[in-house]
């Protein structure tokens, strides 16, 4: 078996993951591109807050299976920071404001009749493999971190821009993040530097961070076929939502 990748190796095969980053998919460049139709940004606000109300729960899930209280202390910020903390507003409640600036009914995005069944599935995958992977995997497999500061600062810069139709106070949701993200960067890392320590354990990591990649990618592909293609699911039966909406199955 070959020697472990050295620490410094290690973090450059990670971040090397970022040409498979979803800012890549056709759907987030016409995104930033300003060639994105009011219903394609519309579909992407209320599909990916189904993503944003899940990262509570996938961080709630590394924090119950994870016995090092140093650890727990740090990572409960990420739980704050989206939930909001006692007399504060988190990430939620901003990305629903994102909602209401593109024009969306609050109440309709709460209730999730717009969320997609691939991109339901793509998230409650993420959520189900950090219930059951140990709390170090499930922590790593945040580190698409890496490239989120891109991706905010790529919105911030070229929305403004290219929709002047979405109300300006709906940013604050990617202002916000670029310094979590860059901080959540931090200490993600370097659990994943400190554990991986093994080839055959880095090469597990790397296929984690895939898989997080794919979770990402695969969302966007189902909002293509939906707002792009105009291929929602049983488009060739009825015009109806007629997916289930997330009921206890």
Same mark, same amino acid.
């Given at each position: ?18 040409? &498979? ?7 987030? %460049?016409?995104? +930033?591109?300003?060639? $994105?139709? !009011?219903?394609?940004? /519309? ?70 009749? &717009? ?7 793509? %998230?409650?995958? +993420?959520?189900?493999? $950090?219930? !059951?992977?140990?709390? /170090? ?113």
């Amino acid at each position: 078996m070959p020697d472990a990748l050295t620490p410094a190796e290690f973090e450059a095969a990670l971040r090397a993951k970022g040409d &498979l980053y979803h800012i890549h998919h056709p759907y987030h %460049v016409a995104m +930033y591109q300003g060639r $994105a139709s !009011r219903e394609q940004i /519309q579909g992407w606000v209320a599909n990916r807050f189904y993503y944003q109300v899940n990262i509570p729960l996938k961080d709630a899930a590394i924090l119950a299976n994870c016995p090092d209280r140093e650890i727990r202390r740090e990572w409960v910020q990420r739980i704050l920071d989206h939930d909001g903390e006692p007399g504060s507003e988190g990430g939620i409640e901003a990305w629903l404001r994102l909602a209401e600036a593109t024009g969306l009914d609050r109440e309709q995005v709460l209730s999730q009749e &717009l969320v997609l069944p691939g991109v339901r599935f793509a %998230v409650d995958a +993420y959520v189900n493999f $950090a219930r !059951r992977a140990s709390w /170090q995997e499930a922590a790593s497999s945040s580190l698409t971190e890496l490239f989120a500061p891109q991706i905010h600062q790529s919105r911030l810069d070229a929305w403004p821009t290219h929709y002047p139709w979405i109300d300006p106070a709906g940013y604050e949701y990617f202002r916000t993040r670029l310094g979590q993200a860059r901080r959540d960067v931090e200490h993600g890392l370097q659990i994943t530097l400190q554990h991986y320590t093994t080839w055959e354990s880095q090469q597990r990591m790397l296929e984690i961070l895939q898989f997080k990649l794919d979770i990402l990618w695969t969302m966007l592909d189902a909002m293509s076929m939906a707002y792009e293609l105009h291929r929602p699911p049983y488009h060739s039966v009825t015009a109806e939502r007629r997916w289930h909406r997330g009921i206890d199955l």
